[in-house]
């Protein structure tokens, strides 16, 4: 999302920005492996949405033109607020987020913590449906946890940071949970 901010500023006519859904793992610092197609959802920032067709055309990956970008990036970050922090944190797959008593407890109380800031949250990001989620791929790592299991820098400023700017509140789990990874992240 703070990339999101910095591209309408851009003096680029036409804009386009994407999230890329994939099961992407790192094999070395040189090399990825896919097990399936990576999907796009491509949004318009600015410009003509007609210069990015090709990109909804090829047959490379499976792509989907959505009119709000926005919106969608916004329960992406919602989503992986929920996720990330604890299990980079804690350096717990997915699904011990739900089967953890200990984990779990901090998994509602950052959702709680979040739903006062962004009360939008309740249907964007239901806490059912995150559980679910969490549940349903349980050996899931998140991309933060394996940013540091592979000594990789983590997108922690990326996510966090927006977040916390765009709080009205203090959120002090969310905080706290910054200040922890930002503290791991310098320690390497």
């Given at each position: 999302?703070?990339?999101?901010?910095?591209?309408?500023?851009?003096?680029?006519?036409?804009?386009?920005?994407?999230?890329?859904?994939?099961?992407?793992?790192?094999l070395s610092d040189t090399?990825?492996?896919?097990?399936?197609?990576?999907?796009?959802?491509?949004?318009?920032?600015?410009?003509?949405?007609?210069?990015?067709?090709?990109?909804?055309?090829?047959?490379?990956?499976?792509?989907?033109?959505?009119?709000?970008?926005?919106?969608?990036?916004?329960?992406?970050?919602?989503?992986?607020?929920l996720i990330d922090p604890?299990?980079?944190?804690?350096?717990?797959?997915?699904?011990?987020?739900?089967?953890?008593?200990?984990?779990?407890?901090?998994?509602?109380?950052?959702?709680?913590?979040l739903y006062l800031a962004?009360?939008?949250?309740?249907?964007?990001?239901?806490?059912?449906?995150?559980?679910?989620?969490?549940?349903?791929?349980?050996?899931?790592?998140?991309?933060?946890?394996?940013?540091?299991?592979?000594?990789?820098?983590?997108?922690?400023?990326?996510?966090?940071?927006?977040?916390?700017?765009?709080?009205?509140?203090?959120?002090?789990?969310?905080?706290?949970?910054?200040?922890?990874?930002?503290?791991?992240?310098?320690?390497?």
């Amino acid at each position: 999302m703070l990339f999101l901010e910095k591209a309408t500023a851009l003096s680029h006519r036409h804009i386009a920005a994407g999230i890329l859904g994939t099961d992407c793992i790192k094999l070395s610092d040189t090399e990825i492996s896919f097990s399936k197609n990576p999907q796009f959802i491509f949004g318009l920032v600015k410009g003509q949405a007609e210069e990015f067709q090709p990109l909804l055309k090829t047959t490379a990956w499976q792509s989907e033109w959505v009119e709000d970008i926005e919106k969608v990036l916004f329960e992406n970050v919602l989503l992986s607020s929920l996720i990330d922090p604890l299990t980079a944190m804690m350096k717990i797959r997915n699904g011990e987020l739900i089967t953890n008593p200990h984990a779990y407890e901090l998994f509602r109380n950052l959702y709680s913590e979040l739903y006062l800031a962004f009360p939008e949250i309740e249907w964007l990001q239901p806490i059912e449906n995150v559980a679910t989620l969490c549940a349903a791929e349980p050996e899931r790592i998140s991309r933060m946890l394996a940013d540091r299991l592979a000594n990789d820098p983590m997108e922690v400023d990326g996510l966090m940071v927006y977040v916390l700017n765009q709080s009205k509140l203090e959120l002090p789990l969310f905080k706290a949970l910054y200040h922890l990874l930002k503290t791991v992240e310098v320690a390497k």
